[in-house]
């Protein structure tokens, strides 16, 4: 099931998701998927490569930018949700770079309690509070 976004996509992340939207049974179908989605000062997506089930371990391509000259940091993460439907929030990835400036990172993640739903969070801070996010599923 589609969940709903938090907030509204715009920007790049609009037009990457535009391209490349799959629902979780296609992404299943297909091993690949995208999340991603832009708020006040941070845009952001993930690509989850060898989703083919909540027991995978899937491959994960993290691109964080900086879109505004205000002065505060961005951080993306990803989210997952258990079969219980529990949501994990796994850990924050920073880019403290500036206005105008993108990080990217791979990783991987699995969960014994399984990924039966994964997105990303995109969020502004100013130190460890949280000004501003949205959410995306994929």
Known sequence: MKKRTVATCTGAAALLLAAFATSPAQAQAAETAYAGCTTTGASGAVKITNWHGPAAKVGLEF??????????HVRIRLVSEQYNGKRVNWPWRKNFGGSGTTENWTSSASDDAGLFEIGVQVARFEGEKLLNSCTDWA
Do not use: A, V, Y
């Open 63 to 72: 691109n964080l930018s900086d879109i505004s000259p205000d002065d505060h």
